[in-house]
């Protein structure tokens, strides 16, 4: 155990001094150079969704990652799907919202955590936001589904009325980890007209894509609302649903963050395990893929 620990803490401080004696440096002479992308605001990709009826693919931290080569915890490595999202990435579609986390100018408005964690994320990474994202390309904001925790002033109250507006008298089905229970124990889909679900493996979606998307399309009617959060594969399926003609909307992390609007440091605990919640969740599934 202490031979562990001394590792950890070893690994910890060599790995601070590579970033501020070569990365931070280096890092910021090429992101100064750099001619960055545009992204909108929250307000101007929310109105696309709900006024245009746009589909969005998000991308964060994570589908960088694996759009490079790379894995993240509960996605593994996968040429394929890095070359889906570089593909998606470069798209033009005027119905498909492309969005990137707006973290590409002043960080001041995030709270201290994601203040500092894009800052340093930026200069670690700048080599890969070069090959991936154009300068000349103005791209919506992947944030709209981080509203709570990652800014300094919580913006649930101005974004929430803009995702009731969306499901308001929608029957909506969710595609979703089988983990996740988005709306589950709260009033986030209350609007809707109705709800069913489709449930993925919460790690390594990817591995199941086939299986997801034919099942989406053989169970999901065109004029229904499709809300996706599964990781990367989310940004692929919504831009596949979007192509053959849903409504469709990679909207990872906005229940959780919802939650945490609500109950602040406990939302973790919020979801509760009741018979009665996971009742509703039984009921509205219509399919579960096996993992």
């Not at 109105?47 to 994570?62: F, N, P, Q, T």
């Not at 100018?105 to 500092?116: E, Q, Y």
């Not at 992947?142 to 709570?148: E, K």
């Not at 002033?153 to 929430?160: A, M, P, Q, S």
Request: proline content about 2%.
């Amino acid at each position: 155990m202490i031979i562990h620990n001394f590792k950890t803490v070893a690994h910890r401080i060599i790995g601070r001094f590579i970033y501020h004696f070569w990365y931070a440096p280096v890092g910021y002479i090429l992101y100064s150079r750099w001619e960055k992308p545009e992204v909108e605001t929250l307000e101007e990709t929310m109105h696309k969704l709900v006024d245009e009826k746009a589909s969005i693919c998000r991308y964060g931290d994570g589908e960088f990652c694996v759009a490079g080569g790379g894995g993240i915890c509960f996605q593994k490595s996968s040429a394929l799907l890095a070359k889906r999202l570089n593909d998606i990435l470069r798209s033009d579609n005027d119905n498909i919202l492309i969005a990137i986390p707006d973290v590409f100018g002043d960080l001041s408005k995030f709270s201290d955590f994601t203040n500092s964690y894009w800052a340093e994320y930026r200069y670690r990474n700048i080599k890969i936001l070069k090959s991936l994202l154009s300068s000349h390309r103005k791209y919506s904001n992947s944030f709209i589904t981080r509203f709570s925790t990652d800014y300094r002033e919580d913006r649930t109250n101005v974004l929430i009325p803009f995702y009731r507006q969306l499901f308001k008298d929608k029957v909506v089905y969710i595609v979703e980890g089988d983990k996740s229970r988005i709306g589950v124990g709260n009033d986030l889909l209350s609007g809707a007209a109705a709800i069913y679900r489709i449930l993925a493996p919460a790690e390594n979606a990817f591995s199941y894509y086939d299986e997801i998307l034919q099942s989406c399309k053989s169970i999901i009617p065109k004029n229904a609302l499709v809300v996706i959060a599964l990781g990367p594969t989310a940004t692929v399926l919504a831009y596949d649903l979007a192509k053959i003609g849903y409504h469709a909307l990679d909207l990872g992390h906005f229940g959780e963050q919802y939650e945490c609007h609500i109950h602040g440091s406990d939302a973790n605990k919020s979801i509760s395990r009741s018979t009665e919640n996971e009742a509703i969740l039984e009921k509205q599934t219509l399919y579960k893929i096996k993992d």
